[in-house]
């Protein structure tokens, strides 16, 4: 009996000493929105790429430099802030034709897991766009890490996705004359960011 309650007191010991180490090693980061861009771009009239950008948003990045594959990430953007450079059409695309964010204001990340993959890694996760909520495949890649001028450590990230904004619920289907879409179903996001170490 003394030999189990020993051997368990070993075992205990070795368990919490996996999941400290484990925590150690992953940070907590979060974004620099001064120097991050969380941009999207659709087509019009098939010939024409309308991009833009959201300017309201934030992000916390739990990673793990020693296994990628712990990491995780969890963001949100406010749909208001979007701005293409048009008055008009940004109106548009707050409106109920779009996102609708009077009553959708929020467009949502948490990622579920991190898989390495032939390509890189890809971030897997549910992304909530007009109260619709798809799992979605994010290949990202970290482009560096330094520290900085004032002592801060961060790291860059890039991300990139394409999705079908009728999977959202975003279904405004204005067809021309030769069939073609006014504005196309694909629509696809970009993340390039600097995110910052937060201290333990």
């Known amino acids: 009996m003394r030999y189990l309650r020993w051997r368990d007191l070993v075992l205990a010991s070795f368990v919490t000493l996996c999941m400290t180490t484990t925590v150690q090693a992953a940070d907590t980061y979060t ?25 309201t948003f934030d992000a916390t990045l739990i ?36 996102l609708y964010v009077d009553k959708f204001p929020e467009i949502t990340f948490a990622s579920k897991r991190v898989e390495k993959r032939d390509t890189g890694y890809v971030l897997i996760g549910d992304l909530t766009i007009r109260g619709v909520t798809k799992e979605v495949v994010i ?30 619920g975003v279904s405004y289907s204005k067809v021309m004359d030769n069939g073609g879409l006014v504005v196309s179903d694909t629509v696809d996001i970009e993340l390039i960011a600097e995110a910052v170490k937060q201290p333990k």
């Open 139 to 168: 290949p990202f890649t970290i482009t560096g890490k330094i520290i900085d001028t004032r002592g801060q450590t961060r790291i860059g990230i890039e991300a990139n996705l394409r999705i079908n904004r009728q999977d959202f």
């Open 63 to 98: 990673y793990d430099e020693q296994d990628v594959t712990q990491s995780a990430l969890r963001g949100r953007i406010q749909a208001a802030s979007l701005d293409t450079d048009h008055e008009k059409r940004d109106t548009h695309l707050r409106s109920e034709d779009f």
């Open 31 to 55: 974004l620099d929105t001064a120097h991050t861009l969380v941009g999207f771009s659709a087509r019009h009239l098939v010939i024409y790429k309308v991009k833009g950008k959201f300017h």
